[in-house]
């Protein structure tokens, strides 16, 4: 499976961006799929993940009420709509997936089976 990330970039605090994962796969809704980030000096955090098999999503606690995770499945892609951006959301966005796994397990156990390249998001205060 081949994960293709986009739409990172640059945006000032209380901002918006749209993150997508493109997959590449005829199985899509066997996947959990989502972003994990990484900033400087701090550790890999999972921010939110979506599965069609459980029908569940996953939030970190600190961007939950600002980013909303969906998919379209006939697109075979996951976005990540992020709002009200803020500094501490800056960093680089790891799209990821996994076969099988609940959302929750993916984030607490760091799991991935596939990843794609990062994008840079950066908000600027």
């Known amino acids: 499976v081949q994960l293709q990330a986009s739409g990172g970039g640059l945006v000032q605090a209380g901002g918006s961006l749209r993150l997508s994962c493109a997959a590449s796969t005829s199985t899509f809704d066997d996947y959990t799929i989502g972003w994990f980030r990484q900033a400087p000096g701090k550790e890999r955090e999972g921010v939110s993940f979506i599965s069609s098999y459980y029908g569940s999503t996953y939030y970190a606690d600190s961007v939950k009420g600002r980013f909303t995770i969906s998919s379209d499945n006939a697109k075979n892609t996951v976005y990540l709509q992020m709002n009200s951006l803020k500094p501490e959301d800056t960093g680089v966005y790891y799209c990821?997936?996994?076969?099988?796994?609940?959302?929750?397990?993916?984030?607490?156990?760091?799991?991935?089976?596939?990843r794609g390249q990062g994008t840079l998001v950066t908000v600027s205060s």
């Open positions: 990821a997936a996994t076969r099988g796994l609940h959302p929750t397990v993916v984030v607490t156990t760091g799991t991935y089976d596939y």
